[in-house]
């Protein structure tokens, strides 16, 4: 390997003190995975050479947040042209769509795309209106069955996802299959279709075929423009909430966890993808501050890289489901709770998989700050 090698990237980090976002040059070299920064605006070394386990080549695209030494950094371009020519070539987004019929298998076709080599940068479960329906399927208006797409696209709650990886259009096509699900399980019977679609119209998946299509649906479902896009599902009565932390999101077992989650028989009404910030969290945490003594290490956690929140639907919610994620440290649940989700995914007391609604009168609280409050 060589060790001379090196990424430039031009990274960006909000200043909580100062309140203003500082601007620094961050060098990756693969060789042996140190990282350095430089203060651009004062021409100076902030971080010398350091060898940095958590950085990893994959996570070096534009517009993606990275952690070093807890701070968050987002990359906002990059910083010689050897480094656009080396990353920047191939990483596309596209947009996966899974439709009403397939939403109870979410957890299944989340873990294929996972093992696919996908990076799932944005999801949230969400009802279209009739108009945004229509919207989506602008080009079916003279389709015989465009009635009925827009009844089944409209019948129950979609998840919409944007995945990022090489070439990502054609490889999330190939990995769905022929869109009539009889043909598919004749054609190509690992696909998504073969495996959770019926027929032509309910397919289980969606995605789109081209790079002007996948930039046209993205804007539908999640607005560049500060639209909020369609509304989420979230019902705000008798609820708890979970989070599954940035730790098991970026280890891929988000898929896993949903799975788990449906097999107990919660259900769940809500879910999204949310990248907090430190102020958020410290908002959302403040019941511990001062509590646990862990509650830094807590924060940080939260806002290291993407977590999903969800809304868990049950009566009695809050104490069953708490039961379910089993203790809070992962080494007690697994001599004590085996079955449980901490005891399963978890590997540290703050590396523990999932948050759950502690109080029985907080779970609406807790829900309500992520549904209501984050996504505006």
């Known amino acids: ?92 987004k596209t947009l996966a769509l899974i439709k ?23 999801l949230k479960m969400m009802m279209l209106s009739r108009k945004e329906a229509t919207d989506f399927h602008v080009d079916h208006q003279s389709r015989p069955f465009y009635n009925e797409m827009i009844q089944f696209i409209t019948s129950g709650p979609v998840i919409a996802m944007e995945l990022l990886r090489d070439d990502a259009i054609c490889e999330w096509k190939r990995l769905l299959g022929p869109a009539n699900s009889g043909v598919a399980r004749t054609d190509a019977p690992g696909s998504i279709r073969a495996l959770f679609g019926t027929d032509g119209i309910r397919n289980a998946a969606h995605g789109p075929d081209s790079f002007a299509s996948a930039a046209r649906e993205m804007e539908l479902f999640f607005p560049s423009s500060g639209g909020c896009g369609p509304a ?69 956690e939260l806002y290291s890289g993407p977590c999903v929140a969800m809304e868990i639907q049950q009566n009695n919610s809050t104490k069953t489901f708490r039961e379910f994620c089993g203790p809070a440290d992962p080494e007690i649940a ?6 449980t989700l901490r005891a399963i995914f978890g590997k540290t007391k703050i590396q523990n998989a999932v948050h759950c609604t502690d109080l029985p009168e907080d779970g609406l609280l807790e829900v309500q700050y992520f549904f209501k409050i984050l996504d505006n």
């Open 1 to 92: 390997m060589n060790h001379s090698e090196r990424y430039v990237f031009t990274a960006e980090w909000y200043d909580p003190n100062a309140s203003l976002l500082r601007r620094y040059e961050l060098l990756f070299y693969p060789g042996d995975g140190s990282v350095e920064m430089h203060d651009v605006k004062n021409h100076r070394t902030f971080l010398k050479r350091t060898k940095y386990d958590d950085l990893r080549l994959e996570d070096l695209f534009i517009g993606n947040k990275v952690n070093i030494f807890s701070r968050q950094l987002v990359l906002i371009d990059y910083g010689d042209q050897y480094t656009a020519r080396q990353l920047g070539s191939r990483k596309e």
């Open 100 to 122: 009403p019929d397939a939403v109870t298998k979410a957890g299944e076709i989340i873990e294929i795309i996972n093992k696919a080599g996908f990076t799932i940068t944005k």
């Open 232 to 300: 989420n599902t979230a019902k705000f009565t008798s609820c708890t909430c979970c989070i599954i932390k940035p730790h098991a999101v970026s280890e891929g077992l988000l898929g896993k966890i949903l799975m788990a989650i449906r097999d107990a028989c919660f259900e769940i009404s809500a879910i999204q993808m949310f990248n907090m910030d430190r102020v958020n969290v410290e908002e959302f945490y403040e019941v511990y501050k001062g509590v646990v003594t862990e509650y830094n290490e807590m924060v940080t």
């Open 334 to 339: 697994r001599h004590l709770r085996p079955g």
